[in-house]
């Protein structure tokens, strides 16, 4: 079989490579892939969100069950590598850009990756000087990417916060959105990795574009294609929630008078 390996340029990411090579055999490659993010993706989720945590872990379980001991503690070494990836480097697209790397893109939909350092140079261009007085004049700001791939833009926008001096934690929602069930994954997982609130929904921008509840875009339409970052449930963002629904409350109460 052709190694992959050799086609990734990053440490961690040709440790995920070398281990991915291993486990495809039995599975495509690309239903390894699949396999990985989706059993990764769940496993954060349930750590969090106690809404959606008996159909994710069924998911998990299923998924995990096609597989001996030894290949899932391959996936868990595959998960390691970028998280340890990551966080040695966060200004990057660790996962989206093994995802073109090792070829597993859908070109006949028309899945191409915009590179990180074209998303970097987007972020840079685009989010002007007074991010600092939006933020002290509102509490916070959002970002939304309606075509988020593995979420490369975002990605860089967190990078272009912190490069700002602003706490992208603490005073930014990521909003994201896919109509493709795993790259929609692999921008939740990345967001979730670096620590940044917010939620990736998983349904077709064009037909079915995110709706939110009350002002702002704190709280979505509740459904079972909403993943929370594990941030999003973080003291602040928990309270400001509280208060859009006390708003909404307070705004029918004054419509019903």
Same mark, same amino acid.
């Given at each position: 079989?052709?190694s992959t #390996?050799?086609?990734?340029?990053d440490t961690h990411?040709?440790a995920?490579?070398?281990i991915?090579?291993s @486990?495809?055999g039995?599975?495509s490659?690309?239903q390894?892939w699949?396999?990985?993010?989706v059993m ?11 809404s959606h945590?008996?159909?994710r872990e ?7 069950g ?5 290949? +899932?503690h ?6 390691a590598?970028v ?12 996962l989206?850009?093994l995802?073109m790397? @090792?070829?597993?893109g859908n070109s006949? #939909? ?5 590179p990180y /350092?074209?998303?970097?140079l987007?972020a840079?261009?685009?989010?002007g000087v007074?991010?600092?007085e939006?933020?002290?004049?509102h ?9 988020c791939?593995?979420?490369a833009?975002? @990605?860089? #926008?967190?990078n272009e916060?912190r490069?700002q001096g602003?706490?992208?934690q603490?005073?930014? +929602?990521f909003?994201?959105?896919?109509? /493709?069930?795993i790259?929609g994954?692999m921008?939740?997982?990345?967001l979730? +990795?670096i620590g940044? #609130?917010?939620y990736?929904e998983i349904?077709?921008t064009l037909t079915n574009?995110t709706v939110?509840?009350?002002k702002?875009a @704190?709280?979505?339409r509740?459904?079972?294609n909403?993943w929370y970052?594990?941030?999003y ?5 928990h309270?400001?929630r509280?208060?859009?629904q006390v /708003?909404m409350?307070?705004r029918?109460?004054?419509e019903?008078?």
């Amino acid at each position: 079989m052709k190694s992959t #390996a050799r086609t990734v340029r990053d440490t961690h990411q040709k440790a995920f490579a070398k281990i991915f090579d291993s @486990l495809v055999g039995r599975y495509s490659r690309w239903q390894v892939w699949q396999d990985f993010v989706v059993m990764s993706a769940c496993s954060v989720s349930c750590m969090v969100d106690k809404s959606h945590e008996t159909e994710r872990e069924k998911t998990y379980r299923e998924t995990a069950g096609k597989y001996q001991d030894d290949e +899932l503690h391959a996936f868990s070494h595959m998960l390691a590598e970028v998280v340890i990836g990551m966080e040695r480097n966060p200004n990057q697209d660790f996962l989206g850009e093994l995802y073109m790397n @090792l070829e597993l893109g859908n070109s006949q #939909a028309g899945q191409f990756f915009t590179p990180y /350092d074209v998303c970097r140079l987007m972020a840079s261009v685009t989010m002007g000087v007074d991010l600092k007085e939006q933020i002290e004049r509102h509490g916070w700001v959002a970002v939304n990417d309606c075509a988020c791939g593995a979420g490369a833009t975002l @990605l860089a #926008a967190a990078n272009e916060f912190r490069s700002q001096g602003i706490n992208y934690q603490t005073r930014v +929602l990521f909003v994201a959105q896919d109509v /493709d069930c795993i790259v929609g994954l692999m921008c939740y997982l990345q967001l979730s +990795l670096i620590g940044a #609130a917010g939620y990736v929904e998983i349904t077709n921008t064009l037909t079915n574009p995110t709706v939110t509840v009350g002002k702002g875009a @704190l709280i979505p339409r509740p459904g079972p294609n909403v993943w929370y970052t594990p941030m999003y449930f973080r003291e602040e963002w928990h309270f400001r929630r509280v208060w859009t629904q006390v /708003d909404m409350l307070m705004r029918k109460m004054e419509e019903d008078i």
